[in-house]
């Protein structure tokens, strides 16, 4: 019960990109098309997942243990930053073809805030290890929702008659704040 | 204190170098053959990532040329010997191309040109394009705020601050044409790099107008025309336009011209 309110949370009612303002950077910049939206996502939600577990591990083994708990942002940033670059690798060398879907997204989200973001709010709210992994697989899905979501009404918005100093960027943060009013409606839903 | 900091540097720098080492193990252990001619390509390019030739920047083309898409000629930044170097690399003719370089094709510096009023705005072309078409009462006249100094790469526009011309050393332009496109006034234009005269003014205004708005406008006379042995000179709506095919720089023309608008350099 408590991981599918977890999941609930981090997808809809903490919507990390909506409600949190977290990774809005890849949010704007890689949302002009579903499809590329849609692979920015595909490789959050997998360095995500991969970075909760990985960043637990560190936090509890390493950084309490040896009470350096205050070096948590630069190192899970090292973690993160190390991991991005090894996924990469490793994809690269099994699958050409998910590399050429994900590769160039993969460096971008070496500097993707929602990724450090996740991590830290693991450590916060003091999930164990699976919750910390499920709510890092949940927020990256939201990042994935807001994404596609936000892609497929910029690509409609391509063919609308938009005032011209209003075109492109302005009507993109526009429609964001719009989107992140509607996702308050989540609020209070547990 | 001695434990305070001894303790995180080690664990910071040890996990530093564990993930380092890891990386680098990775990249021996994941390391996919790539041809290596796309890295000696790369290298041969000018590396400005202009995006002249249409590529997401000089990795994406250097991919592209070595698949043998498109040919090396594409980029206009390249210069004969780089071309040479990737005709080694491919073993197939990287093709020619005809160097540019960008002209700024106005000589209405100064109190030659006159303004409209004082801009006191943003420091930028297209900025003070927004107040009233720009300062300059010339609609093709270069208002000297630079924005193509900015827009350049290559570091090849300058400002002569006492006279407030902008020009382009030669020597730097790689013809790339990014200042072409930020112009506002559209009065940048690229010539062949061994082109010496040039007329520098655009305007179509008769001559008596053209006069009174700027004493280094081309007034539309014919002169060169006439003057030119080599018809290289044609009048173009009060404009006079040189064929580059044509012209052999001699000069005669900017011997003639009574305003001085066509000059040799």
């Known amino acids: 019960m408590n991981l599918i309110l977890i999941v609930v949370g981090a997808v809809l009612i903490n919507n990390f990109v909506l409600v949190k303002f977290l990774g809005i950077c890849p949010f704007l910049g890689v949302s002009k098309k579903v499809e590329t939206a849609i692979g920015m996502g595909a490789a959050v939600i997998f360095v995500m997942t991969l970075a909760s577990a990985i960043t637990y591990v560190v936090q509890y083994a390493i950084l309490e243990k040896f009470d350096i708990a205050y070096l948590q942002t630069i190192a899970f940033i090292l973690v993160i930053a190390a991991l991005v670059q090894f996924v990469e690798l490793v994809i690269k060398k099994i699958s050409p073809s998910l590399y050429q879907a994900l590769g160039v997204y993969l460096p971008l989200i070496t500097t993707n805030c929602a990724v450090l973001g996740a991590a830290i709010l693991n450590i916060q709210n003091e999930y164990n290890f699976i919750e910390s992994i499920v709510f890092g697989a949940a927020a990256a899905v939201g990042f994935t929702l807001a994404i596609v979501l936000f892609a497929a009404i910029r690509e409609r918005m391509e063919y609308s008659p938009i005032p011209k100093a209003l075109q492109g960027f302005p009507i993109a943060l526009i429609t964001a704040s719009l989107m992140s009013i509607a996702f308050m409606g989540f609020s209070g839903m547990i | ?265």
């Open chain 2, 1 to 265: 204190m001695f434990e305070n900091i001894v303790s995180p540097v080690l664990w910071l720098g040890g996990m530093g170098l564990v993930f380092g080492g890891l990386l680098a193990y990775a990249a021996k252990k994941f390391e996919v053959a790539q041809d290596p001619k796309v890295e000696q390509v790369r290298a041969a390019l000018p590396g400005a990532n202009c995006g002249a030739c249409g590529y997401a920047g000089c990795d994406d083309m250097a991919a592209a040329v070595a698949r043998g898409e498109v040919k090396a000629n594409v980029c206009p930044s390249m210069s004969l010997e780089r071309l040479a170097v990737v005709s080694d690399i491919l073993g197939t003719d990287a093709g020619n191309i005809d160097r540019q370089k960008a002209v700024i094709m106005c000589g209405g510096v100064g109190e030659k040109s006159k303004r409209k009023f004082k801009y006191q705005g943003v420091k930028d072309c297209r900025e003070a394009m927004v107040a009233m078409q720009g300062d300059k009462v010339c609609e093709f006249g270069c208002m000297g705020y630079g924005t193509c100094k900015k827009a350049c790469v290559f570091d090849a526009i300058h400002i002569d601050h006492e006279t407030g011309r902008v020009y382009v050393d030669e020597s730097q332009c790689t013809g790339c044409g990014a200042c072409e496109k930020v112009c506002p006034k559209k009065i940048i234009k690229r010539v062949p790099i061994n082109s010496r005269v040039h007329v520098f003014c655009k305007t179509n205004r008769k001559g008596k107008e053209a006069r009174e708005v700027c004493t280094a406008a081309c007034i539309g006379c014919g002169l060169c025309a006439k003057e030119c042995k080599f018809d290289a000179i044609t009048m173009v709506d009060n404009l006079a336009v040189i064929d580059f095919e044509k012209c052999v720089n001699c000069g005669a023309c900017v011997k003639k011209c009574p305003t001085g608008a066509i000059h040799k350099d």
